[in-house]
T-cell receptor
Framework: AQSVTQPDIHITVSEGASLELRCNYS??????LFWYVQSPGQGLQLLLK??????LVQGIKGFEAEFKRSQSSFNLRKPSVHWSDAAEYFC?????????????FGTGTRLQVTL | DAGITQSPRHKVTETGTPVTLRCHQT?????MYWYRQDPGHGLRLIHY???????DKGEVSDGYSVSRSKTEDFLLTLESATSSQTSVYFC???????????FGNGTRLTVT
C-alpha cells in the first residue's frame, strides 16, 4: 500500500522568504502526486499535480514542485512567500497507477508566515 | 468548491444516535468520495462511489455506510454514532480516474 510522509508538522517563515515543504512517498510504481492547500474552515484546494513527463510542475499561486524518483520525494517550493500563504498543506499520492482517485494523504504541514 | 454542497455544515449529536451527512454536486461527475480529517492523520478515505448504486469501502469504513441513488447525491450514514467519529468530513468528486479530486467545504461533526 502507498504512504505519504510530511516530516514537518509546523513551519514558520518570514514574508518574502523562500519556502520548501517536504513530502516523501512510498509506492512501487510511478505515482500520481498532488499538493493541496487548506485554509481554516475551508475545503482543500488543488495547488498542483504530477502525473508524468516533466518532473518540475508549476501550480497556482506561484507554487512549484519537483518529482524526484530517486529520492521518492515531491517537495513543494515557492520563491517568495506572502502572508496569505499561511494555511495547511497536504501532499497526496493516488492509489494505483493511472489513477487520481482514492488518494492517500500525508498528515499535513501548517505554514505560519510572519510579517 | 466545484459545485459541491455538504449539509449540514455543523452538527452535534449524542452517542448512539444515527446521523446522515449529505453531499450534493452539480457537476454530474461520476466519482464521489467521503473522507474524514483528524489531527495527526490527514485525510482518510471512508467510502467512495463509481456511479449510481456502485460503492466500495475505503481505508476507514467501519461504522459507516453510504448510498448513492442519484448521480448528484452521495450520503454518508453513521448508524450509531460514537465519540471516535467526531471529525470533519469532506466530500470530494472527480469526473474520471485521472482527474484531481475537488473537495467540498466539509461538515464538522461532534459526537458527545
Amino acid at each position: 500500500a502507498q504512504s505519504v510522509t510530511q516530516p514537518d508538522i509546523h513551519i514558520t517563515v518570514s514574508e518574502g522568504a523562500s519556502l520548501e515543504l517536504r513530502c516523501n512517498y512510498s509506492y512501487g510504481a510511478t505515482p500520481y502526486l498532488f499538493w493541496y492547500v487548506q485554509s481554516p474552515g475551508q475545503g482543500l484546494q488543488l495547488l498542483l499535480k504530477y502525473f508524468s513527463g516533466d518532473t518540475l510542475v508549476q501550480g497556482i499561486k506561484g507554487f512549484e514542485a519537483e518529482f524526484k524518483r530517486s529520492q521518492s520525494s515531491f517537495n513543494l517550493r515557492k520563491p517568495s512567500v506572502h502572508w496569505s500563504d499561511a494555511a495547511e498543506y497536504f501532499c497526496a499520492v493516488g492509489a494505483g497507477t493511472g489513477t487520481a482517485s482514492k488518494l492517500t494523504f500525508g498528515t499535513g504541514t501548517r505554514l505560519q508566515v510572519t510579517l | 468548491d466545484a459545485g459541491i454542497t455538504q449539509s449540514p455544515r455543523h452538527k452535534v449529536t449524542e452517542t448512539g444516535t444515527p446521523v446522515t451527512l449529505r453531499c450534493h454536486q452539480t457537476e454530474n461527475h461520476r466519482y464521489m468520495y467521503w473522507y474524514r480529517q483528524d489531527p495527526g492523520h490527514g485525510l482518510r478515505l471512508i467510502h467512495y462511489s463509481y456511479g449510481v448504486k456502485d460503492t466500495d469501502k475505503g481505508e476507514v469504513s467501519d461504522g459507516y455506510s453510504v448510498s448513492r441513488s442519484k448521480t448528484e447525491d452521495f450520503l454518508l450514514t453513521l448508524e450509531s454514532a460514537t465519540s471516535s467519529q467526531t471529525s470533519v468530513y469532506f466530500c470530494a468528486i472527480n469526473p474520471d480516474r485521472d482527474s484531481p479530486l475537488h473537495f467540498g467545504n466539509g461538515t464538522r461533526l461532534t459526537v458527545t
